[in-house]
Each structure stands twice: as C-alpha cells, then as structure tokens.
C-alpha cells in the first residue's frame, strides 16, 4: 500500500501553522506539528479548528537544533513548512537577540538538520513582505530590492538568502513564500487587524470603550490567511525550487481598516479610536503592495476574499466570541485571557 504523505509543520500553533494543519489533513497528509514547551502549551486554534486530535504533536524549540533533529527524526516529512518564528515585528524591537537567535538562526539549524538526514525532505521558508521595508517602489513583485526596517525583518533577510544559498549550493527542494500581511479570526491578538476587531467587538457589547493604536497611516496588503496557506502547498508540489510573492495587489490603511470594522458593528470609528504613541515603532514600514503574477502564472493561485470581506469576516467572528462569552460560555480562544495593553511594559515602545 502507499504511505500516506507527511509534513511536518513547525509553529503548528500559530495562526498560519493551524490552516496548514488543517489543509493538510483534508488532503490525506500525516501531519506532525511541532509546538513549545511552555508552562501553559497553546493549542486553542487546533482545538477551534477541531484538528487537536488529528495533529501529531512534537515538543521542540527553535533554539535547540536536537528538539529539531528529533523532529525530524520522528516524523519522517516529505515535506517541512518552517512557520515558526517570533512574528511580531514590534516585539522584534524589544528582543532582536531574540529575533536573531529564533527567527534567523531557526532557519539554517532546520536546513542543517534536513541536509543531514534526508536532503530530499522539500522545504518551505516562510518569508515575509516585510523584507521589502521602505524601499519606495511601489509595488512589490520578486525582483524588487529589500531593504528590512525592523529587527525581525533583518533576521527573516537571512532566513531569506540562507534558504536559496541551500538550494543553490546543495541542490535543495527548498523555497521562499514572500507573504504580505495575510488574517483571519485566528490571529493573534497583537496584530493590529485582529486589536482592531476584538476591541469593535467588545465595544459594540459594552465590555470596553475605547481602542488605542499607533501608526494609523500605515498601509498595508491585507488577504484571507486561509487562502495563503494554500499557496505554501503549491510551491512545494512543482518540478522546481522557487520563490513566490503572494498577496491581493490591494492596499488599505490601518485607519480605513478600522473605520469598515466599526461600521461593520454599526459604529462610528472616530468617536472610540484614539491615537497612543505606545504604540508606535521606532521605524515603521509605511506602504507595501505585492504583484502576485508570478504566483497567478505558476502556481494558478490568487486571492478571493475581499479586504472588505476579510474585516466582516473577523468582526462578525469576535461579535460572537464575546457574546458567548457573556452568556457564560467557555470557549478555546485566546481574548480573555489577554493582558490590558496598558499593563504590558516594554522598553522598545516606549517614547
Ligand atoms: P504566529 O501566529 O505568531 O505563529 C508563530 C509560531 O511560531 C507559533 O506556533 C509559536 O509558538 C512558534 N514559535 C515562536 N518562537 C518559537 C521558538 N523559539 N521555537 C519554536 N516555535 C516557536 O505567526 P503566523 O502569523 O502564523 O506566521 C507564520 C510564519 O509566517 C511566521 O514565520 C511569520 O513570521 C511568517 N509570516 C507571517 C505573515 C502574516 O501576515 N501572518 C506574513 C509573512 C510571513 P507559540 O504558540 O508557542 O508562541
Ligand atoms: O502592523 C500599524 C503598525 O503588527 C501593521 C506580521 O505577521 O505582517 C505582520 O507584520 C501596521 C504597522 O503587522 C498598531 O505600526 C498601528 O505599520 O499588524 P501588524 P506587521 O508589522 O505588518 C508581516 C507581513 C509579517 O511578516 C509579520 O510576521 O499597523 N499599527 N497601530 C499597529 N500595529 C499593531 N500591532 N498594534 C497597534 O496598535
């Protein structure tokens, strides 16, 4: 009989890691998934997405090359999606030892480990439009020159060229996912779509009353993360290794995000969002815009859901979190047990 295919997905937690879990399922994949050991292990999206059960689960660290060796080992992958990473550009800011160390050093210590065990294992690296910085070209396709602007986008730079210098040098299945800004009712709640979209909610039910944020002229190339996960599938199942921009060609603001999500819940946006420098990084990226052609041409992938679509989609779903949540039902998601913002201390942010 055939042996099932196997992914293993490392940061099977995460938002994007969860989709993938699940598309991967779907299509008969064994998939394992490698998470933290933390004292409280974060499992509330595979629960929401019903697939706790059905992914396999391996203890491993990005900082630990063994943890990833074992992964590796246990799991016997066709194929690896490397998602895990410390994903928050302002965080980046407060720890880029950090950001090095995880999101730029993870990279090789996954390739090393791939190259030693089984060069053939196909390899996704989940690079970022953040790489493009404030390079000022307008639009973004593959051939435009990047200039990182943060700590994060700096490592993920060198998660970047590490994975076509392994594919270049030792002949490795192994690509780079160029993905612009991509949500969903599962992402964190540091992201400032999904900030904006649990606060419309909670105001709209009386549980708060005002949203703070920074940089509200940022814009930004907002699409559906369920469709982008696809995509990941896509470049590893061609003849050749390459490097794809996805993204929806489309740009927004913060502000024009936040404006549709309080309409959505029936709200005028300028009467509950005020501007708090907390919240502003010491350098922002202030415009990106991918061309997704190359991705359309090869791959047949493109984007569906609207921007408008996407920012019903996340209110309409944190409407009805926290309406559960007053009618004192329990459920596997993040919200409640967030800290206020204001009780965060950070150095990095503060002005
Ligand atoms: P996310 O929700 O923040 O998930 C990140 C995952 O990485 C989580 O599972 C997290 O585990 C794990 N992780 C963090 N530090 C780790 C470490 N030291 N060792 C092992 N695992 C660690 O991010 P996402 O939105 O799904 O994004 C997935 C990937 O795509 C990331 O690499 C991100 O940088 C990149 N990316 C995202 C976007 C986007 O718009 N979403 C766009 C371009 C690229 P815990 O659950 O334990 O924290
Ligand atoms: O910020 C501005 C902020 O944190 C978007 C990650 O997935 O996508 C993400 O990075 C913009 C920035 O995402 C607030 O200054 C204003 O200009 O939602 P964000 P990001 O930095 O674009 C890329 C593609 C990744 O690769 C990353 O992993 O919104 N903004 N006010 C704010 N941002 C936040 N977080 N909070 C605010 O209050």
């Not at 410390?86 to 999101?103: H, K, L």
Request: net charge neutral; aromatic share 12%.
């Amino acid at each position: 009989m055939k042996k099932k295919k196997s992914a293993l997905i490392t940061g099977v937690t995460g938002q994007d890691g969860a989709y993938l879990a699940k598309f991967l399922l779907d299509k008969g994949y064994a998939v394992f998934g490698t998470y933290r050991r933390l004292s409280t292990p974060n499992f509330w999206r595979l629960q929401y997405l019903d697939i706790f059960d059905r992914v396999k689960l391996i203890p491993a660290d990005l900082v630990d090359s063994t943890s990833i060796v074992e992964a590796l080992m246990i799991s016997e992958p066709d194929e690896v999606y490397h998602l895990a990473a410390q994903s928050f550009v302002g965080a980046s800011f407060e720890q880029p030892v950090g950001a090095g160390e995880i999101t730029g050093l993870g990279v090789p210590r996954m390739l090393e480990a791939i190259r030693s065990i089984n060069p053939r294992i196909r390899f996704y690296q989940a690079s970022t439009s953040e790489l493009y910085g404030n390079s000022n070209t307008g639009v973004q396709t593959e051939e435009t020159p990047f200039r990182p602007a943060s700590p994060y986008s700096a490592a993920k730079l060198y998660g970047y060229w590490i994975t076509r210098i392994y594919r270049e040098g030792y002949g490795m299945f192994a690509c780079n996912g160029i993905l612009f800004n991509h949500e969903s009712p599962l992402r964190g709640l540091e992201f400032v779509t999904r900030k904006i979209s649990n606060a419309v909610a909670k105001i709209a039910l009386g549980i708060e009353k005002e949203l703070r944020l920074g940089n509200m002229e940022a814009q930004r190339d907002w699409g559906y993360a369920p469709e982008y996960v696809e995509s990941m599938w896509l470049m590893l199942q061609q003849d050749k290794p390459d490097d794809y921009v996805i993204a929806t060609n489309e740009t927004h603001s913060v502000a024009e995000f936040a404006r549709r999500a309080f309409a959505t819940a029936g709200l005028d946006w300028e009467k509950y969002t005020r501007v708090d420098e907390r919240f502003l990084r010491p350098i922002d990226v202030n415009f990106l815009r991918g061309d997704y052609t190359k991705a359309k041409e090869k791959l047949g992938w493109r984007p569906k859901v609207t921007f408008e679509r996407l920012v019903e989609i996340m209110v309409k779903e944190d409407l009805e979190r926290w309406g559960r949540w007053q009618q004192g039902k329990t459920f596997p998601w993040d919200a409640p047990s967030y800290p206020t913002e204001a009780g965060i201390l950070t150095r990095a942010l503060r002005v």
